[in-house]
């Protein structure tokens, strides 16, 4: 049966230690609930897309605490820094070309501005592989009834901390190629992404 605990201090740090033993847990963050493993361990990640019933080509969210976080893994130009300044914590999720290419030629990373999120992300010290705490192709969610009810006994934890205050998805913006394009219209609006271009001209991150 799934532990649904409460989002205090203790049970994060109990969360945490599950996630380093392999768990797929669920916790609130300000978009939805997210599903999640630890991103370095490979076995977990792969539970967590059956647990997900998701194709193994639709890559995971890395959550992060900040760009600190994210230099260690992924390559982040002018133009990322910027917007991470600007955006995070909150709901704009950044491709990025990865420094090892393992998994793939980039990643997704997001920082989160919730504070069950942030405290899960530094009892573990690393970044967590996650996404919307549903089954693929149904309605995500925004408490953790919604979760149970979706994902019932494949978690092994949700961390119950109430609603969330945004209940859409995060902006996904890729910024791995040439040109800025915009994956997943979300929680941000396209138009408040302007940032320098080349150039120096304004650019938008349209479609």
Not at 37 to 51: E, K, S
């Amino acid at each position: 049966m799934t532990a649904r605990w409460p989002a205090d201090p203790s049970h994060i740090a109990q969360a945490a230690e599950r996630l380093r033993a392999g768990a797929v847990i669920a916790f609130p963050t300000d978009t939805l609930y997210a599903v999640a493993a630890r991103a370095a361990d490979p076995a977990a990640v792969a539970r967590l897309y059956a647990v997900k019933q998701r194709s193994s080509g639709q890559p995971m969210i890395w959550l992060v605490l900040d760009q600190p976080q994210v230099e260690r893994f992924a390559v982040v130009t002018a133009v990322a820094a910027e917007l991470m300044a600007r955006f995070w914590p909150g709901p704009l999720t950044l491709v990025l070309p990865a420094r090892i290419p393992a998994g793939g030629p980039t990643i997704a990373v997001r920082a989160p501005d919730h504070d069950v999120a942030l405290a899960l992300l530094r009892a573990l010290g690393e970044p967590i592989a996650s996404s919307s705490a549903n089954p693929a192709g149904q309605p995500p969610p925004v408490d953790a009834d919604q979760v149970i009810a979706g994902l019932g006994d494949r978690l092994d934890v949700v961390l119950d901390g109430g609603p969330c205050r945004i209940g859409q998805p995060s902006t996904i913006l890729d910024l791995s190629g040439p040109t800025p394009r915009i994956l997943r219209e979300g929680a941000i609006p396209t138009e408040a992404l302007i940032f320098p271009s080349p150039s120096g001209r304004g650019q938008g991150g349209g479609r």
